[in-house]
Each structure stands twice: as structure tokens, then as C-alpha cells.
């Protein structure tokens, strides 16, 4: 048994998830690796279209219609949850063992049922427990979030925007899910509102031993909670690091860029912006994704850089690290290729 096997929880390799559209394949998610330790968080940090709830989608299957190619290896556990049909993974993996919370929480909420009905819904699939049963533990699940007793028996349009985050949490935690995943869960937001949820979700953290991905593209939210960061660009991780490292020390240039956009409390270093777009995910360019945009670009730019693995943990994306990198995972096979082969 390795070490990945005793410490983490989680392990996504090589996650590919394209969508078909009449001008091509989108590459959302484009050989995608990185680890969720237990009872840490990991963030997801990138720009808006980098692939982070594509990502999102492909580790609890929740695919539209429009699938190109999906392939990759997650485990859960050890177990190689890929490998199971939709039926047992609906059944035993989503909501049971990988719960979710959305984007903006009014749109997850139906809107002609009570939000105790809904939370208490996923707990009463498996058929276990009575309705009374089920509403007591989703009243109990309130009290953890902080949401009054007297609105489970409200509507979401009833309740404010924290509140209905609050409720989109309790939801995630009713079946008592060894992993959470976050999906923006304070974009839209008030800035006192987002510490609260922040502040929750640490509580949970150390409390409960909980395991959280939280996509994000805030990156001064993401670090109160961040154990580990992994950077999201053009639908591939480009660093994965500590969290520590990271927000002192970023290795990959668009890290650094993110980074240099924050506003900062003390000094007088401005915030700075990221040149040019990003580029389409129907055509890639070839090499590295962000050279286009990048100020140390040089000439081996033009070929795509392996991940190279660093003396102290840290795996970076990028030809500026190969020569103090201990080690280089090889590229995957290109898309074109694991088709060919499927």
C-alpha cells in the first residue's frame, strides 16, 4: 500500500470531460490530477471559464446531454468510482458519499417546496428512516448551520441569500458525506455574509473531520479555509501546492499574476490585472496553455510542459521549474489518441 492510499481521500487521474457543441469539442476539463487528503480542503482556484464546475460535474457525473468524451480515474477511498454503473454510482456515491453544494442556492431550491422537506429529501432516498425521522435530523442539521427552527417549514424565495446557502449546506451534510463539494458557495454574497459562511465551514472542518473542494475563484476567501490549492487554467491543473506555499510563494506565472490581483490590506503594492483572455477551450493552443500571457515566456514555451514534481511537495505546470524539479510526471496521451483508443 502507498502513501496516497492511507492519507488521501480522494485521487482524481487524468479526468477528461468534454462537451459537444456545432463548432467542436469544448476541452472543459482536459487531463486533470490532483488529491484531496483527509479532512482537509482543497481549493480549486482559476478564472471564470477555466473549467472549475466542469470539473465539478465530472467527479459526481452530473453530465448533460452533450457529453464528447468522458474518461479518467477517481478514486474514492481506493475505490475506482469511475468504474461504476450510473445506477450504483446515483445510489451509493452522490449525495451519500459526495455531497454538493451548488451555485447560487435560490436556483438549487425548489421553489413550491419547504426547505425542510428538501433538505430532509436525500436521507429519506434510501428509505431508512420515517418522514418524522427524517425531519428531526434535518431540524438538527439547522441548528448546526445556524438556520432558525421555524423556517424549516419556509420557502426559499422566503429566505435570504445567506440563508439559503445555510440550507444548501445542511442539505450536503444530511447524509453525513465523507467529502463536500463547493461550488462558488459565497459568489453572490455580501461581504459580512461570506465571513459567516467561511466561518462555518471552518467549524465544520474541525469539528466534524470534514473533507471539502472548494471552487473558487476568490482567492482571499479561499484561504481561510484552503489546506492544499490546486490552479485551474484552460481546463488543466497547472500547480498543485500546500496552502502555505502557496499564498507566500506560487511557483507557476499565472499563480503569481492571481495573486498580484488581490488588493492587499497593508503595503503599497496596487493590485495588478492579468493581460489579454484566456484562450477558447474548442481550440487549445498547443504548448503552454498561458504563454500567450505570460511575461517569462521563452522559446520552450512552444511544447507543452510535463508536471514537475518539487523537492518540497509541489507540482507546477511550467519549463521555469525543470531544472530545480526533483522529478517530471510525463504528459498523458493527448485527447485525440485516448479517443482513438476508447
Not at 511557483?251 to 495588478?272: C, F, I
Amino acid at each position: 500500500m502507498n502513501n496516497n492510499e492511507t492519507t488521501d481521500l480522494l485521487r482524481v487521474r487524468d479526468l477528461k470531460l468534454h462537451f459537444r457543441v456545432k463548432s467542436g469539442a469544448v476541452q472543459a476539463v482536459d487531463g486533470v490530477n490532483f488529491d484531496l487528503p483527509k479532512n482537509q480542503a482543497t481549493v480549486i482556484l482559476g478564472e471564470s471559464g477555466c473549467g472549475k464546475s466542469s470539473l465539478a460535474k465530472a467527479i459526481l457525473r452530473l453530465l448533460p446531454k452533450n457529453v464528447d468524451h468522458y474518461s479518467g480515474e477517481v478514486f474514492l477511498n481506493n475505490q475506482d468510482i469511475m468504474k461504476l454503473s450510473d445506477e450504483q454510482f446515483r445510489k451509493d456515491i452522490r449525495w451519500q458519499r459526495i455531497a454538493m453544494v451548488p451555485q447560487a442556492a435560490l436556483n438549487s431550491l425548489n421553489p413550491v417546496m419547504r426547505v425542510g422537506d428538501q433538505v430532509a429529501e436525500p436521507i429519506l432516498l434510501d428509505g431508512k428512516l420515517t418522514k418524522k425521522e427524517a425531519m428531526e435530523l434535518a431540524l438538527e442539521k439547522f441548528d448546526q448551520v445556524g438556520v432558525p427552527a421555524d423556517f424549516l417549514y419556509r420557502y426559499a424565495f422566503e429566505l435570504s441569500g445567506g440563508m439559503r446557502q445555510r440550507v444548501a449546506i445542511a442539505m450536503s451534510l444530511i447524509t453525513e458525506p465523507e467529502m463536500v463539494l463547493l461550488d462558488e458557495p459565497t459568489s453572490a454574497l455580501d461581504v459580512l455574509t461570506q465571513a459567516n459562511i467561511m466561518n462555518l465551514l471552518k467549524r465544520f472542518k474541525a469539528e466534524k473531520k470534514a473533507s471539502f473542494i472548494l471552487i473558487t475563484h476568490d482567492i482571499a476567501t479561499s484561504s481561510e479555509l484552503a489546506d492544499n490549492v490546486a490552479v485551474m487554467y484552460a481546463g488543466q491543473v497547472v500547480e498543485v501546492s500546500d496552502a502555505h506555499n502557496f499564498f507566500t510563494e506560487p511557483l507557476h506565472p499565472y499563480s503569481k499574476a492571481l495573486m498580484d490581483s488581490v488588493p492587499r490590506l497593508y503595503g503599497e503594492m496596487q493590485p495588478d490585472f492579468i493581460s489579454g483572455q484566456p484562450p477558447s477551450l474548442l481550440k487549445p493552443p498547443t504548448g503552454c496553455r498561458f504563454a500567450d500571457r505570460c511575461p517569462a515566456r521563452f522559446e520552450r514555451c512552444s511544447d507543452e510542459p510535463p508536471v514537475f514534481n518539487m523537492s518540497d511537495g509541489r507540482k507546477v505546470k511550467c519549463w521555469l521549474h525543470e531544472s530545480d524539479s526533483v522529478s517530471a510526471e510525463s504528459n498523458p496521451d493527448t485527447w485525440e489518441e485516448m479517443y482513438a483508443k476508447s
